[in-house]
């Protein structure tokens, strides 16, 4: 009980301390709101392309055989390439002359292609990449692995037949007819059972959707903002002071951490709420009522973690300076590492793995799927056991600090 009357009590005094300099609550709303939009502003500057170029691919034919032809002119017309990748057939000086523009790779069929296909050798296919994309040229290299699985396919198929129409008695001419059109039915059967290219589709809604990205992330933004700034807010200067005063009469830091969250969650989620409903009216993103529930359980939740977080730096660094340091690189981390500010697109593998364990990043990722991908269910686990995590955390730290300062 005794417990409740002082968290109600310092509640009441962050709202008069609120009251006694609300003059400064207009800066402390604004500043925040111009910051990101220009933030948007770059952002959207740097990551949005002005158009979608296609890969370009070169084949080149050494052989000169029908065989050759038949393979180039069935990969050159195949829809199963994806409009991503557009191949064309090229003499070989025509390649080299367009490979250090145009061009990102081309690939050649060697002298001597159909001798190995039928004869059972092992056959390679060369392929040329352009030393300024070679991001693309990796990826033809996938795709010409591709391509040459299905001609394996087709050219065991094909010496079955070769070595048992040997035993028949034809003549050399008929037997080579059957042998071309047992390569042509196989290898438009290999080509057409599945596709050359594995398509999936990733979306991308910072370039799909910036408005509505940008958006969604500047109020991410705000919001994280608006947190640090009430919860520093209501942060004494002379905190050292206070704490000791305040043992005195039994109360406890916890109970004074515990009070500026809630001071802090309840200002920021008035002022945030307000600011979301306008966005999504202006961008017309057809929302329910339920969505709105879980829009704010995600951002509830989130922000109690970090409101936690920061009390949690608060209790460890005692000093002015260094805990609104501290502070401030938290603020960045979370920013940078939610893909509000990069999308998680963009960052390397490895660091998109353990995304999923930020609460960040998984807040902003269901915020996402709900406001821009109309997803119509929300996983709440992980971001309540990170909160509970953080609040034993914040226990522990607080009971320890009470400690220290006997």
Known sequence: MTFVKHYLLFIHSNLKKLQRKWRSLPLLLLFPVILVVLIAVIAIAIFLPDENEPIRVGLVDLDKSQETKTVINLIEESSQLG????????TES??????????????SFPEGFTESLYSGDSITLAITGNPGKRTESHLVKELLDSIARHIRTSQANILTVNYYSKQLSIDSDTRQDMVLQQFNNFLVYTAGKDKIVDEEKISNNATSSPVHYYSLAGWFMI????????????????QMRLQRRMRLYGVTLLQQLIAKITTSFILAAVFAGTFLYLCVSLMTIPLYSEDFVRIALITGLYSLIYLSVLAILETIFTGQKIR?????????????????????LYFPLYIQNLLPYFFAS????????????GRLYADYIPL??????????LIGTSVWKERVLR
């Open 362 to 373: 998984e807040g902003y990722r269901w915020l996402q799927e709900i406001l821009l991908n």
């Open 324 to 344: 609104l340091l501290m502070q401030s690189l938290l603020t960045l981390i979370v920013l940078a590492a939610s893909g509000a500010i990069i999308p998680t």
């Open 384 to 393: 309540t056991i990170m909160l509970a995590a953080a609040a034993l955390v």
């Open 223 to 238: 919001l994280t903002i608006w947190l640090l700034a009430f919860y520093s807010f209501f942060t004494n200067d002379e």
């Open 94 to 107: 025509e390649a080299k002359d367009r490979i250090n523009g145009q061009l990102s790779a081309y690939i």
């Open 83 to 90: 409009s991503f990748i557009k191949m064309e057939a090229l």
